[in-house]
């Protein structure tokens, strides 16, 4: 059993979150501190006084579109808020991202996340790339992928003190990461032949 966050007493049998600023934060509390601070009941069409309450920056509160959701609630028809979210390092509206589908700075993908998901699933049918790799990219991959490989190699052989294969590995490492591997394999393999 949670109790309230306000008066410790009763059981929390409400949760609400606010969200300021980008940080969000939750409080659970019991119905007679949720009346207390002036809140409608839970499950109710909100009054739009409840917002301005809530939110210590209410001139920031677009408060037609708030109004709009309110009377969209209270008619029991769905209704889009007027959105006028703005990045508030580029000046990027929301309206503007919809219309042009450009970000205006590396903070509008944070700040449209979801307006951008909602465009790559309709553009693309998926919100992840599944796609093909350029072939250097996947040939740097894969070298770093085998450079991993013989580097567990060469710490197992070391800790089973095989010295001298430890030295061939280190060298095959190097010579992978200069680019140089094949020439050296090649080379490791002609003295295996004529040992």
């Given at each position: 059993?949670?109790?309230?966050?306000?008066?410790?007493e009763?059981?929390?049998?409400?949760?609400?979150?606010?969200?300021?600023?980008?940080?969000?934060?939750?409080?659970?509390?019991?119905?007679?501190?949720?009346?207390?601070?002036?809140?409608?009941?839970?499950?109710?069409?909100?009054?739009?006084?409840?917002?301005?309450?809530?939110?210590?920056?209410?001139?920031?509160?677009?408060?037609?579109?708030?109004?709009?959701?309110?009377?969209?609630?209270?008619?029991?028809?769905?209704?889009?808020?007027?959105?006028?979210?703005?990045?508030?390092?580029?000046?990027?509206?929301?309206?503007?991202?919809r219309k042009?589908?450009?970000?205006g700075?590396?903070?509008?993908?944070d700040?449209?996340?979801?307006?951008?998901?909602?465009?790559?699933?309709?553009?693309?049918?998926?919100?992840?790339?599944?796609?093909?790799?350029?072939?250097?990219?996947?040939?740097?991959?894969?070298?770093?992928?085998?450079?991993?490989?013989?580097?567990?190699?060469?710490?197992?052989?070391?800790?089973?003190?095989?010295?001298?294969?430890?030295?061939?590995?280190?060298?095959?490492?190097?010579?992978?990461?200069?680019?140089?591997?094949?020439?050296?394999?090649?080379?490791a393999?002609?003295?295996?032949?004529?040992?």
């Amino acid at each position: 059993m949670n109790l309230c966050q306000i008066c410790g007493e009763q059981e929390a049998t409400i949760k609400t979150i606010d969200i300021v600023n980008n940080v969000k934060s939750e409080r659970h509390i019991c119905e007679s501190c949720y009346k207390l601070q002036g809140l409608s009941e839970p499950f109710s069409v909100p009054n739009i006084s409840d917002f301005v309450k809530l939110t210590p920056t209410s001139a920031e509160i677009d408060l037609q579109g708030l109004g709009e959701l309110v009377e969209g609630l209270a008619k029991g028809t769905p209704q889009t808020p007027v959105s006028h979210i703005t990045c508030e390092f580029c000046g990027t509206t929301l309206e503007e991202f919809r219309k042009r589908g450009q970000v205006g700075c590396p903070a509008d993908y944070d700040l449209f996340n979801s307006e951008i998901e909602k465009l790559a699933q309709r553009l693309h049918g998926a919100t992840e790339h599944h796609g093909k790799v350029p072939r250097e990219i996947e040939a740097e991959r894969a070298r770093h992928h085998r450079a991993q490989q013989l580097r567990d190699d060469l710490t197992l052989a070391i800790n089973e003190e095989r010295y001298e294969e430890a030295a061939n590995l280190r060298d095959r490492i190097e010579a992978l990461m200069s680019g140089t591997e094949q020439r050296h394999d090649v080379a490791a393999e002609d003295r295996d032949e004529h040992a």
